[in-house]
Nanobody, 120 residues
């Protein structure tokens, strides 16, 4: 069993910054892709940014140049640095990881989410 725990959300003014963290623990052999999705009020959950184990990244077009995803493979952690935050970035941000367990099976795992609110 794998647990993902996010932290770092909160209330911030437009133009401000926040840094999200996500720690994975449990039955983990390796984590292939690790990243962040978000779900705004009345919207579907969409990809924000993700990083593969080799360091390659994928960003939503709406956050390119403002958000940066990074990870620490030694600690099974992923981070999201969010700069120049906009009102439309308000959402619950969920950590996601494709985890290979000790038996060699790969499963997609989700955290409970952390609220990010951008408001003046």
């Amino acid at each position: 069993q794998v647990q993902l725990v996010e932290s770092g959300g909160g209330l911030v003014q437009p133009g401000g910054s926040l840094r999200l963290s996500c720690a994975a623990s449990g039955n983990i052999l390796s984590i292939h892709v690790m990243g962040w999705y978000r779900q705004g009020p009345g919207k579907q959950r969409d990809l924000v940014a993700a990083m593969a184990r080799d360091g390659s990244t994928n960003y939503a077009s709406s956050v390119k140049g403002r958000f940066t995803v990074s990870r620490d493979n030694t600690k099974n952690m992923v981070y999201l640095q969010m700069n120049e935050l906009k009102l439309e970035d308000t959402a619950v941000y969920h950590c996601n990881a494709d985890v290979e367990n000790m038996l060699g099976y790969v499963e997609g795992c989700w955290g409970q989410g952390t609220q990010v609110t951008v408001s003046s």
